[in-house]
């Protein structure tokens, strides 16, 4: 995993639904700590909304680490879908396109076993390489969550942790970026 070659990805971890998931503090702060991640390592990211009217924002703490927490549409971050795939909307992949040479996605988000899964599925099928973090995904049954996970694996998605992400797209220490970075797991 590169981040010169990553694109990170959060999907629908949104009011009215993280709260009844497992881990719902947890899986947050996971994605908050991604996106700190990439913000510093100048990895783009796209953050979903699955049916925003109904379900709700995305949770304030990610919407507060975003430069711009609009809709795509206004040339922000946002991507709002109906879709349980975020390549079912056209807006995502465009968005997604405009950083040629970003190969890579880093997926996060819930629930694991519908919109998480169903998109890694189809980024695969478009011949992305995909990794899912697994302390970063969540859904409302254990048993959803383990065997999504082992889905996405089965497809060819990576399994990883967010450390792992971390690392990887660090390389090395002794810079400013893994001083800062590595404050975030004392």
């Known amino acids: 995993m590169d981040a010169a070659r990553s694109t990170l ?8 639904l993280y709260p009844a998931c497992l881990d719902p503090v947890e899986t947050v702060d996971a994605c908050c700590f991604l996106l700190k991640c990439a913000n510093r390592l100048s990895v783009p990211a796209i953050i979903t909304e699955q049916y925003p009217k109904g379900l709700g924002r995305t949770s304030k703490p990610i919407l507060d680490l975003l430069d711009n927490d609009a809709n795509v549409a206004d040339g922000g971050n946002v991507v709002s879908k109906i879709s349980f795939s975020c390549v079912g909307e056209d807006s995502f992949v465009t ?3 405009e950083n040629p040479g970003r190969d890579q996605v880093v997926v ?4 694991t076993h519908v919109c998480v899964l169903q998109t890694v599925i189809e980024l695969l099928d478009r ?10 995904v969540t859904s409302r049954k254990q048993h959803d969550r383990i065997f999504g996970i082992e889905r996405m694996r089965d497809a060819g998605a990576r399994i990883v942790t967010r ?3 971390m690392f990887e797209w660090l390389r090395v220490a002794g810079t400013p970026e893994f001083k800062e970075l590595s404050a975030l797991i004392r």
């Open 95 to 97: 968005k997604l396109e």
């Open 108 to 111: 996060a988000g819930m629930e």
């Open 163 to 165: 450390e792992s992400v």
């Open 127 to 136: 011949g992305r390489e995909v990794f899912v973090v697994a302390d970063a």
């Open 9 to 16: 990805v959060i999907v629908d971890v949104q009011d009215k």
